[in-house]
């Protein structure tokens, strides 16, 4: 195998076969992908049941860090996009960017990442694309992944269900994955332990989705934070959000690296958390579901839904633990660019 | 709005959501896509259908080309990749990663161009993602496209199912795509019309396979043109096959250009065109169905299939118009880089 991404590679010719069939089919060829067909052929859902699409492109620098790489990201970000709507994720595309003289050692251990994360998900990569564009124009490597769920009969979540009394949750602690970025390219060392929280969050949605089915909503607070997710659900519901932020999950070192650079936690990425929105009555069903998975041992009730004042337009308000209340923004312009 | 793409614009906060507002829901916003979750809800195919999927990225430079523009190319590669599977295609996913400073303008032309090719079409966009690259990551514009198509059932078309005797289809001129990308990047002018043959083929598709239930497969011999089409598909039946140089239509400004720079036409990549195997009692209805749809009027019979000879594996031949055979060999290297 050639060491280095050549352009070669992108060709559409031998070389290009060569590294699908040395390390894409290497690291994650089933039956669909190795067909070579240019379309994956796959089983419809049963009757009355729906599809639910997802599309997530992944450029984050650098391609790896503490908890995680471009490829978990890759493949994660796009499980979680899908299972956020309530769906079961069944199967990936995987488009990758490469820019010539990109290691091919690397290439080989985002795509062992990405086969690890799918086999956690319990997701396959069925149908794949390889471009390779030359030294300069890109930036080793950009990930696409393309995501196929099947969503039970009758089943609807939506940003646009939260209704007033409703319960908010987050699964864990906040900023996790911004930070431990952000301390990868400025070479800080807040704490030897902090890492990505980058994690296929799934199985963990489908077990709140069990014990509480009238969870109004999933969203994954990712790129602008918890901030910009509780924004975006008050606007589809035409709702205010309170949250009280000592009920909020942060780890010290986080927040400790937060106030030193002046960030705002609430609006900082997190790859591996949830936010629900949930009937009161089932809140406590949904918590206890949510702490009993690996990936929400930390979660917690962190506010809820009122209704909006007809004078203004909806708003997020955080009660702080000084006892004054703050509006909670959506992010403005860009505080860690290319964070996934 | 903005003049041009800043870092703000993939940041998940309120500069994405005007971009998304401004730009994409603009050009092309849908029910699905305009209701803003994570996620498109799809309604599923009958009972016995199946799903087609698959996933294109799209690098080409420059982005605007005679004949089309990386945003046509965006939605034809993947429509054409889904229907060469038999399925038809229905709904699209689109991400695109932009390079801070790529004029907002030409983001609002590639996007018209997409929702114009999408309709030709019959697809709808209905999932999107937005990632910024800082300036020097990236080469302007990148866009994956990822695409669902529904194929009946009993219907299975596959690279696999040639057999000797078989005739070979291409529904047209081959090399227009490559020779205008390279024309326009070495501002050469080999003639005033020649231009890029991207096109939505599965209109073309469905015609043929409804005239001639048989086909067994359709291939769009993109990068490595249609000689690694059809070493794709020799290798993946184990068949020999021969084609007639004199039956293959080709443009006489592109063989002048290929002969004047020393490439191959048979390895020119092309965006709107397909190959298609099917039975020898069917070869004549086929033609006549592709001959009939705007995209295929230059289409021929251009060779056939052949037993392969058990000593060596299986081989592409050409019978040349001075009566010689040469071996139509896979493109090796790269010829064109960023052609699509």
Chains 1, 2 share one sequence.
Do not use: W
């Not at 509480?212 to 959000?241: K, W, Y």
């Not at 030193?260 to 009555?281: H, I, R, S, T």
């Not at 690996?294 to 337009?313: K, S």
């Amino acid at each position: 195998m050639d060491s280095v991404v050549l352009l070669g590679h992108g060709s559409g010719g031998s070389m290009m076969k060569r590294i699908i069939d040395e390390v894409f089919f290497e690291a994650y060829g089933g039956e669909e992908l190795l067909q070579g067909d240019d379309a994956a052929i796959l089983p419809a859902p049963a009757n009355g049941e729906r599809l639910a699409f997802s599309t997530d492109s992944f450029v984050v620098t650098p391609h790896f860090f503490p908890g995680g790489d471009i490829g978990k990201l890759a493949v994660c970000g796009t499980v979680n996009d899908v299972a956020t709507s309530g769906a079961k994720p069944l199967y990936l595309s995987c488009g990758f960017i490469l820019e010539e003289g990109f290691p091919i050692e690397s290439l080989q251990r985002i795509c062992a990442s990405m086969a690890l994360a799918a086999k956690e998900a319990g997701v396959r990569i069925v149908t794949g694309d390889t471009k390779v564009v030359n030294r300069g124009s890109g930036d080793g490597v950009f990930i696409n992944t393309s995501g196929i769920g099947i969503l039970e009969q009758g089943k609807s979540l939506s940003g646009a269900h939260c209704k007033a009394g409703d319960k908010v949750l987050v699964s864990g602690t906040l900023g996790d994955h911004g930070i431990t970025i952000m301390s990868c390219r400025e070479s800080l060392a807040f704490e030897a332990d902090l890492q990505s929280d980058a994690a296929p969050l799934n199985h963990l949605i489908a077990d709140v989705l069990k014990a509480a089915p009238s969870v109004r909503c999933f969203r994954d607070p990712t790129r602008g934070g918890l901030a910009s997710t509780l924004n975006e659900l008050a606007a589809q519901s035409q709702v205010d959000i309170t949250i009280e932020e000592e009920a909020v999950p942060v780890k010290q070192a986080v927040l400790g690296a937060c106030e030193m650079l002046g960030f705002d936690v609430y609006q900082v990425a997190n790859e591996g958390k949830v936010v629900c929105v949930v009937a009161p009555e089932e809140a406590q069903a949904a918590l206890a579901a949510m702490k009993k998975n690996c990936y929400g041992t930390d979660g917690a009730i962190i506010g809820e839904i009122t209704q909006a004042q007809e004078q203004r337009g909806p708003k997020v308000f955080l009660k702080t633990t000084f006892g004054s209340t703050r509006i909670l923004d959506m992010l403005v312009g860009e505080q860690l660019p290319r964070i996934c």
